[in-house]
């Protein structure tokens, strides 16, 4: 206990215990974690070539110690030809990772990070069945080797980049400065890149308890340029978003033309790394706090979340200038549970959703291995909870549209290990990579495990989409067919249509039939209107003439009863179809038909429709058609989830 009292409250500057080394003179062996993003907190001998190791948690030996346990990243020298088995014994619970073929990664002086090559077990242990144990092997053909849980990205390695793209030549506008300190006084880069089109002679505004280096000159102003945020690593332990992030900055810094033209048209704010100090230490998801930084974008604090603090100034500062400033903001991340690449989304109106989703739909025809179903938009997703209580509510993607109310404001992640479909993007007559390429090897079996040049490829896609976005690719899979992307913005509007709350609309329903509907639905601000209802051609009054006279049932068909009932319905749904008339449920005609009133008997072409509102629960809407209360007692006796909408639709007998 007393030791415990003892312990700092948080590792704030304090020593960092997952840096360590361990020799082992029987095998003349060493591991050594003891660099920048490296994490092994204790080894174990078990006998020849066999070890068990364990990862420190986050913040660990401090009253900031918490569960987070995933990350490992270590080097080992052993002697050639020796076989080494690994087992780290208190994992977090990733069985769904490792059951879908999850393999850590390797790099040895001759090859760069890979899946390892050996075959990996896993079992869960502990009291209560909270410790996972990892299992696997290499042999040393080499002295050296590196482990990881994922391809790595260390502060350094960042840092590095970053220089590497500042000293390249000078063809378009490139700012370097330091946002923040971080509690431990690492940097907080950011970037500013652009051509030199609509470059001012003015420097943005000094934005109080930023920009803390008084000898850094701040970034050039911009006129007519909308602004791009983007931003990774909030979580330590999430490499991929890092990885994506890199293909990203390559490529908007490339000479390729639709880079030139991004460059042209906006003004992108890179902020590469936001938790530099959890990512130095080799945590896998807090700060030195022991903090989920991603859940304080609400009410951040300069003194506890200073480059959260910061991020949300400097886009509050282009809110106040221009309230439409921010075009797009997207924060990268990794993920452990959910297979693929896709995006997290705010819920929005019908309108302005489909703007939202559209870049993800891009998104889906730019890049193979993007999962655009696999995305999100709903409103449950904005106010989740994660294990310890926190809400989403405080992620960046929500409290900034919230904020700001950027309509394009997402988190993008990407599976540590692979994802369910591939999509088969069109070729382009520029030279591709060979991840863009989908008759490539790698793809002949399904989607492939993720390496580092398939994270940068969706990277890449976000700025070819982007480009899409605003019409100005000149090299377009897209915009080549669709100059306007009506096309797509109608199959993203149908697909919206289909989910919840927005199927309950029966205006939305009808708007997604043609590009015309669905253009005067947005003039008209969401309002269905009688002119958008088109007149039927003479042709189809004359069919539904036709359908009158052929459907209506005589008293003597009705005494019949059962005899009949079939046929009419067959027929009737068969003329229905021929006209292009589309049920939205079709009803199970009963042999015989002794509660449905005469008026629907006689009438066997009326279609009726009984809507209970879930809005409004109880009531009916305004246009729906009433067939009497038996009608209505049996459309509730049908209804299967009461907080559904129910739509039923009797057409005759």
């Known amino acids: 206990m007393n030791l415990n009292m003892d312990r700092p409250i948080d590792c704030t500057n304090s020593p960092v215990f997952q840096h360590a080394s361990f020799t082992f003179d029987e095998d003349s062996t060493i591991f050594s974690s003891q660099f920048d993003s490296g994490n092994l907190a204790r080894v174990e001998r078990i006998g020849i070539g066999i070890y068990h190791l364990w990862t420190g948690p986050d913040c660990i030996g401090t009253k900031a110690e918490n569960s987070c346990r995933t990350w490992f990243y270590f080097k080992m020298t052993a002697p050639q030809g020796l076989t080494v088995t690994f087992t780290v014994k208190n994992l977090n619970l990733q069985g769904k990772l490792f059951r879908d073929g999850m393999k850590p990664v390797i790099k040895t002086p001759n090859e760069d990070w890979k899946r390892i090559c050996s075959p990996v077990t896993f079992n869960v242990s502990g009291d209560v069945g909270n410790m996972f144990e990892l299992t696997f092997m290499h042999h040393f053909q080499e002295r050296e080797a590196y482990f990881a849980f994922c391809h790595p990205w260390s502060y350094s390695e960042h840092l590095k980049l970053l220089t590497e793209i500042q000293n390249k030549d000078g063809h378009f506008y490139l700012h370097r400065e330091n946002l923040i300190n971080s509690l431990e006084g690492r940097k907080c880069d950011a970037l500013t890149v652009s051509s030199w089109e609509g470059i001012l002679d003015q420097i943005e505004v000094q934005i109080p308890s930023l920009y803390p280096d008084p000898l850094e000159v701040r970034a050039k102003r911009f006129s007519n340029k909308k602004i791009v945020i983007v931003s990774a690593r909030v979580h330590p332990g999430e490499t991929p978003g890092s990885h994506v ?49 991603n859940r304080f974008y609400t009410n951040p604090s300069l003194l506890e979340h200073p480059t959260i603090y910061a991020v949300k100034e400097l886009l509050m500062s282009y ?335």
Not at 404 to 429: A, M, Q
């Open 245 to 293: 992030m890199n293909g990203f900055l390559k490529f908007i810094t490339s000479e390729d033309p639709r880079a030139c033209m991004l460059r042209d048209s906006f003004v992108f704010k890179i902020i590469p790394m936001l938790n530099p100090d959890g990512v130095y230490r080799g945590h896998y998801r807090t700060d030195t706090r022991g903090l989920n930084l």
């Open 319 to 653: 809110h106040k200038e221009d309230s439409e400033l921010v075009y797009l903001y997207v924060d990268l991340h990794g993920h452990a549970s959910k297979k693929g690449c896709f995006i997290y989304g705010n819920y929005m109106d019908f309108p302005r959703q489909i703007d939202s989703c559209l870049f993800a739909k891009l998104m889906s025809l730019n890049c193979v291995n993007f999962d655009f179903e696999g995305s999100n938009f709903s409103e449950k997703n904005m106010h989740a909870k994660d294990k310890c209580g926190l809400s989403k509510d405080g992620s960046g993607r929500v409290a900034l549209y919230k904020a700001c109310n950027i309509t394009r404001c997402y988190t993008l992640e990407c599976n540590y290990n692979t994802g369910r479909l591939i999509n088969k993007i069109s070729p382009l007559d520029l030279p591709e990579s060979v991840e863009s390429d989908i008759s490539n090897e790698m793809y002949k079996n399904g989607p492939p495990v993720y390496s580092i040049p398939i994270y940068e490829d969706v990277g890449k896609a976000i700025g070819i989409s982007l480009l899409d976005s605003i019409g100005k690719n000149c090299n377009s899979r897209v915009l080549q067919n669709d100059p306007e992307l009506k096309n797509v913005r109608l199959q993203v509007a149908a697909y919206i249509a289909d989910q919840i709350p927005f199927r309950y609309d029966l205006s939305i329903k009808k708007a997604v039939k043609s590009i015309d509907d669905l253009e005067n639905y947005i003039k008209n601000g969401g309002k269905l209107t009688k002119s958008r209802l088109k007149k039927p051609s003479d042709e189809e009054s004359k069919k539904r003439r036709v359908i009158r006279n052929k459907t209506s049932v005589s008293s003597c068909d009705r005494k019949k009863g059962s005899q009949n009932s079939e046929p009419v319905k067959k027929q009737v749904l068969e003329k229905v179809k021929e006209i292009n008339i589309v049920p939205v449920r079709n009803y199970n005609f009963p042999k015989s038909s002794p509660d449905l009133p005469r008026s629907a008997i006689n009438r066997g072409r009326q279609i009726t429709r009984t809507v209970l509102n879930p809005f409004n629960r109880g009531s009916r809407s305004a246009s729906t058609k009433s067939c009497g209360d038996e009608a209505s007692k049996r459309s509730k006796s049908i209804e299967k989830d009461s907080k559904m909408i129910t739509v039923i639709e009797a057409v005759g007998e």
